[in-house]
């Protein structure tokens, strides 16, 4: 790493007065460092470099602002630098500013940015006051979001996750839930978006959140909202059901065609049967999934999963649906005061279970890896065979023999 007088000499060069070939070079070092740990960590002692590639981010130079963007995605996906990057002043206003302007070129790196520094709960707070106290808001959030095309050189994709960060907090999941704000119906065409994964899997990220309120299940799972075909049509396949399992299905999950595909991405399955299990938290939840017949989907679903964890997550969930309604006082699940030892038992069984599963799943990505290393040697046989005797018929014209 640079000594104290490279640093300082460094730091010169990172300055909007600076000539731009040599400030160029000088970012482009930068944002090296910002790809490593070591660089990271030598980054986090100097603050003033990172406060002058944040004033970079604004320079006339595209390239050099792009750099700088770029350094700043490196950083906050290290969770040290979350606090020094956040306790700047001036960072998340001008991400925020230059987020909703929708001829700017980087909108797509200050999501990556902003996601990034949401993570985890107290740098989420910090993000949501600046959000707050900026005249942004979550409204004006979800309406850049839910607006397509609203930046010609962006796709905001990330703008989904960073909504799932956010409802960790009870007051952006309050904003979400307002009865009167619509936002929930605005985001439920989302988890079938065939454009983006990162999309779809932010929003059904910002909809499972959501159903940790179980206050709210009534009013997901009614009319008003009818949040379950939206959450089971990504599970659904096309498996031929019964005229009676049909019936007793939402309407969009009857007869579906014979080239329906299920959701690609496992841990957005994962997530959309997580929620899915929240929602069974409730009596009057668990009344409703079963009311609607989501057991033939599940069933068909989880004989099609693959990963075990995915297949893990449905087992429970058909557990659910099939057993008996837990002893009276008990009906709420979220409810349910569990003695400290008996918690940590659970905590235990699930780390073994999740390590267990962990190995099932190595053990399935070794067999597929072998089996395509054998597919692939078996077609080079066979393309070297074919070569070989394409070379006899060369050697021994048509009409003679040997």
């Not at 390239?63 to 700047?88: Q, W």
């Not at 999501?111 to 106290?133: G, M």
């Not at 959450?231 to 309407?251: F, K, Q, T, W």
């Amino acid at each position: 790493m640079l000594s104290d007088t490279e640093a300082q000499e460094l730091l010169t060069f990172l300055t909007p007065g600076t000539r731009p070939d040599v400030k160029g070079q000088a970012t482009e070092y930068v944002l090296g460092l910002s790809g490593t740990r070591e660089g990271c960590c030598w980054l986090r002692s100097k603050p003033h470099c990172l406060k002058a590639l944040v004033t970079l981010t604004s320079d006339p130079s595209v390239a050099i602002a792009k750099d700088c963007f770029h350094a700043l995605i490196n950083l906050s996906a290290d969770e040290t630098l979350h606090r020094p990057l956040v306790e700047d002043g001036r960072v998340l206003p001008m991400l925020f500013r230059n987020l909703l302007d929708p001829g700017f070129v980087f909108s797509d790196r200050i999501c990556t940015v902003l996601t990034n520094l949401s993570r985890h709960d107290k740098t989420c707070r910090a993000v949501f006051k600046v959000l707050q106290e900026e005249d942004v808001g979550l409204a004006k959030l979800v309406e850049v979001f839910c607006t397509e095309g609203y930046n010609k050189m962006a796709a905001l994709h990330y703008m989904g996750p960073l909504l799932s960060n956010l409802t960790q907090l009870p007051e952006a999941r309050q904003f979400i839930l307002d009865k009167d704000r619509c936002v929930v119906q605005r985001l439920l065409p989302y988890t079938q978006y065939e454009a983006s994964s990162v999309r779809r899997g932010g929003v059904i990220g910002t909809l499972r959140n959501c159903c940790f309120d179980h206050g709210h299940h009534e009013w997901l799972l009614s009319d008003a909202v009818d949040i379950l075909p939206f959450l089971l049509l990504p599970l659904a396949g096309p498996e031929e059901l019964s005229d009676e399992e049909n019936e007793g299905l939402p309407v969009d999950l009857q007869y579906l065609p014979e080239d329906k595909k299920r959701e690609e991405d496992p841990d957005i399955r994962k997530m959309l049967v997580e929620t899915l299990m929240l929602l069974t938290a409730t009596k009057l939840g668990r009344v409703t999934l079963r009311e609607k017949n989501v057991y033939p989907i599940m069933r068909e679903f989880h004989r099609w999963e693959k990963d075990p964890h995915v297949a893990a997550a449905c087992e429970k969930l058909i557990h659910v649906l099939i057993g008996d309604e837990p002893e009276r006082g008990m009906e709420n699940l979220m409810e349910v005061e569990i003695p400290e030892e008996v918690e940590l038992k659970l905590q235990e069984a699930q780390a073994k279970e999740e390590e267990d599963l962990e190995k099932e799943k190595e053990e399935m990505e070794k067999e597929e890896k072998a089996e395509e290393e054998g597919k692939k040697k078996q077609q080079e046989e066979e393309e070297r065979k074919k070569q070989e005797e394409e070379e006899e018929k060369e050697k021994c014209p048509e009409g003679m023999e040997r």
